[in-house]
């Protein structure tokens, strides 16, 4: 327990916030001091084959110790973190025997982490409980994943008696701009299945995901002195407001839960000459996503209709698929899970996940990767928090599927 503790508070001292506007991979310097570190320690640890890629994939492996012919599998998780929060100075320290209430982040300013907001607090009544001060996000996000899956590849290494297949590692950068597959070499990789360990509370498992799309709308107005523009101006941002207040009203991320869709403005810039709004679009239907996608293009058109063509431009691109596709037809790796958690005293709790991970991009790219819980709490924001048995439990299951491969029936 204190060896996987010690490992994750090493990590989140790296600072590897992506970022969304370098177009470079990985998107900052700190993914790449990050990942020769973690190639250090996998050296160290006794993996074999350890690389860093010129784009900032570590991968490494862990050695078979049978001579039957098991399939070969893999563990991912991503290194950055969300570009949206500081990631710098992560000050992390553990509540000790959580008793319940209110947790104090911070004193100047006070910050207070509440059960009326979140109340999933309780669930660790008597738990030990990794936060941080609150100027910061944790970190748990994914470098509770790394730290689960490097603590199980150290358990495996120094287990040799423990018979298990070749098992390749992977570590990537930027999957929280949706490039962590950008560069993923999976011919290379060599694994028939993999895991990703990037979800949330303990037990989590996960196959399906959003559809996914962006979306940037750009609104062109002209400007003129406001004492002579009567019939003459036209305000970008006016038309822009128009545009939100078309889409509906309560298919947003703040108004839909398991297994509805949305519209989220993510980010808006304007003045009177030009606004632009930028959208993610998600479903978990193929249908319902391309309803949504036609309902963009429909309102921009309409836009175009009232105030003249070219008012308005519409850029839109898909990021990813729902991986169900893609792992309903090896459902064995999935059942597998489940057994793992079972056997190490965890209820599995299959639920989509409402967000990206590699493992959609990676599934279709001929890698089934389903999604493992690693732990965390409240991601991308002050109020992360990570329960410290929750990452112990992340580290047994990681080591528990390796050990089930060599009698699992072969599909």
């Not at 503790?5 to 600072?15: E, I, K, L, T």
């Not at 930027?174 to 993923?184: L, N, R, T, V």
């Not at 959003?210 to 970008?236: D, E, I, L």
Request: aromatic share 10%; charged share 25%.
């Amino acid at each position: 327990m204190k060896d996987i503790v010690n490992r994750f508070f090493s990590y989140v001292s790296f600072d590897t916030q992506s970022s969304e506007t370098t177009h470079c991979t990985p998107s900052t310097d700190g993914q790449m001091t990050f990942a020769k570190h973690l190639a250090e320690e996998l050296s160290i640890v006794g993996l074999e084959d350890v690389k860093v890629s010129e784009f900032g994939y570590v991968t490494a492996t862990i050695p078979a110790t049978t001579n039957k012919p098991v399939p070969t599998i893999g563990f991912i998780a991503h290194m950055d973190t969300s570009p949206d929060y500081s990631g710098r100075n992560v000050r992390p320290r553990i509540v000790r025997n959580y008793k319940g209430g209110d947790i104090e982040l911070s004193v100047a300013p006070q910050v207070v982490m509440k059960v009326a907001d979140f109340p999933e607090l309780l669930h660790y009544k008597g738990q030990d409980i990794i936060v941080a001060d609150s100027d910061t996000l944790l970190g748990a996000d994914d470098k509770a994943g790394i730290a689960a899956i490097v603590s199980a590849a150290s358990y495996l290494i120094n287990n040799k008696n423990l018979e298990h297949g070749k098992i390749r590692i992977c570590f990537t950068p930027d999957e929280e701009i949706g490039e962590g597959a950008d560069h993923f070499d999976v011919n290379d990789f060599g694994a028939e299945w993999a895991y990703t360990v990037d979800g949330g509370e303990i037990g989590e498992l996960e196959y399906e995901t959003f559809n996914a799309a962006a979306a940037v709308v750009t609104f062109y107005g002209r400007n003129v002195h406001p004492g002579s523009a009567y019939h003459k101006m036209r305000n970008s941002m006016r038309l822009a407001s128009t545009f939100i207040g078309l889409l509906p009203r309560h298919e947003t991320p703040e108004h839909t839960q398991d297994y509805e869709g949305f519209y989220h403005l993510i980010q808006m810039n304007g003045t009177v000459e030009t606004t632009v709004l930028k959208y993610i679009i998600r479903d978990f239907r193929t249908d319902r996503f391309n309803d949504r996608k036609r309902e963009m293009e429909h309102l921009v058109n309409k836009l175009n209709a009232e105030y003249g063509e070219g008012t308005v431009k519409l850029e839109m691109r898909d990021q990813y698929y729902n991986m169900r596709e893609k792992i309903e037809p090896v459902m064995h790796i999935v059942e597998l899970a489940k057994q793992a958690m079972r056997e190490c005293g965890v209820e599995p709790k299959t639920v989509p996940v409402r967000g990206g991970t590699d493992g959609a991009r990676l599934s279709f790219m001929g890698l089934p990767t389903p999604n493992l819980f690693a732990g965390g709490v409240n991601f991308h924001g002050r109020y992360e928090f990570l329960p410290v048995n929750s990452l112990q439990k992340a580290a047994e299951v990681v080591a528990k599927i390796a050990l089930l491969v060599p009698n699992m029936k072969q599909q």
